[in-house]
């Protein structure tokens, strides 16, 4: 038997769906606030290439082996939108366990500055929207589903500085 050190692979749950990560996933929502706009939040546009894609996501993918949530959350969307601002915070996160086995976390980020770009094959676009916006884009269904549990996180006021 072989101990694979990266995630990256379909596994069959125990709830008898294939799902993408053997030891799971995780992403990451980044919130930025300011006094005008309120609170904005970071979402890639997923590549035709990448599962459901056209749609929009927060960064994300497979858990490497050992990996916490919130360090695969945040590997990956330094893969694939580029790297996070220091002071970046932790507020909360929404976990969706479908199986016993198997689990997908979504990490809310807040961070001081708008970040992120389109650097890798799996994300066309990188956007920066209101929640009300958020509620109105094309949705990965995973993330819809996820979606007002974050909002409710990313709503809560503000545990950091705020942008003049």
Not at 14 to 25: E, I, K, L, P
Not at 70 to 84: D, F, K, N, S
Not at 99 to 107: G, L, P, R, V
């Amino acid at each position: 038997m072989s101990l694979h050190r990266t995630g990256d692979g379909f596994v069959r749950c125990s709830d008898g769906h294939v799902r993408w990560g053997r030891y799971g996933a995780a992403g990451a929502v980044f919130v930025h606030r300011d006094r005008v706009s309120g609170p904005r939040v970071m979402l890639q546009k997923r590549s035709p290439v990448a599962h459901e894609g056209g749609t929009w996501s927060c960064a994300g993918g497979a858990l490497d082996l050992g990996e916490s949530p919130l360090e695969g959350g945040l590997r990956e969307a330094t893969e694939e939108v580029g790297a996070i601002p220091a002071g970046a915070r932790p507020i909360g996160q929404y976990v969706f366990e479908p199986a016993d086995d198997w689990s997908y976390t979504t990490i809310v980020v807040e961070v001081d500055e708008p970040f992120g770009d389109s650097i890798n094959f799996e994300t066309d676009a990188v956007g920066w929207f209101t929640p009300a916006q958020v509620d109105e884009l094309e949705l990965h269904a995973g993330f819809a589903a996820a979606w007002p549990h974050l909002r409710e996180i990313v709503e809560q006021p503000s545990s950091g500085p705020i942008d003049p």
